[in-house]
């Protein structure tokens, strides 16, 4: 069955490190692939999503992921983070070609910024 | 920007009982999708609906059911609950099943079983 991987469960980082988050999905189709956020208490948000063209998207807040098709990876970049990002970050794909396009979530990774 | 809702937020059923869960897409989706969030779990696909017809089916138990409505608005009919039911249930929206589409959340309802 397809499925996707965050290898990171926690990550903690200071102000101002970088930050990478792993991704990994098998399926050897095409996917379309996104990464959501989602704050304390409040709903899933999309950082970021790559449907074709370049590899290397950029999102909202300074995010930006970079599709590696011959590795099935998808990782979430930012190269200062703030205390602000604490958050769950979950990595999706959806298959193509497809009926739907359901959403396989990834396990998540809670992300804590120490000021 | 109008987002999706869910209501209600917060539901407390005891073992048995039933629960509707309802999800107001954003205007001009006609796409909905349900969710299903155990503790510390990752969401995973239930059920989805395009243009008031079920889309795609998941792991969704017997004892749910759902229909999404003229207004596409949809409810998640859930009967018999067990302790396992007990979950943050997300609704999502998008427009169309082209296949670049994006999916919008809400903020979920939060269901425990006792």
């Not at chain 1, 926690?10 to 956020?37: D, K, M, P, Q, R």
């Not at chain 2, 969704?60 to 998640?76: G, K």
Request: net charge neutral; proline share 5%.
């Amino acid at each position: 069955a397809q499925s996707v991987s965050q290898h990171n469960h926690h990550v903690i980082l200071s102000e101002a490190a970088s930050l990478e988050l792993g991704c990994n999905y098998s399926y050897g189709g095409t996917v379309n692939l996104f990464w959501y956020v989602q704050y304390p208490g409040q709903h899933l948000q999309l950082l970021l999503k790559y449907f074709s063209g370049d590899p290397l998207v950029k999102g909202i807040k300074g995010f930006e992921a970079e599709f590696i098709k011959s590795k099935f990876s998808f990782n979430l970049r930012k190269p200062s983070v703030q205390w602000s990002d604490t958050a769950e970050y979950f990595c999706a794909v959806s298959l193509l070609p497809s009926g739907t396009y359901k959403y396989i979530f990834g396990t998540g990774t809670r992300l804590k910024v120490l000021a | 920007a109008a987002g999706v809702i869910q209501s209600p937020r917060h539901l407390i059923k005891e073992k048995r009982e039933t629960a509707t869960l309802k999800c107001y897409p954003i205007p001009r989706h006609d796409t909905v999708y349900w969710y299903q969030q155990g503790p510390g779990q990752d969401p995973q696909f239930l059920i989805s609906f395009y243009e008031k017809m079920q889309s795609d089916k998941g792991s969704i138990p017997d004892r749910f059911s759902a229909q999404q409505f003229s207004d596409y608005h949809s409810e998640l009919n859930m009967s018999s609950l067990e302790l396992g039911d007990s979950a943050l249930y997300f609704c999502a929206s998008s427009f169309g099943t082209s296949g670049t589409d994006t999916q919008y959340f809400g903020p979920g309802t939060r269901l425990t079983v006792l």
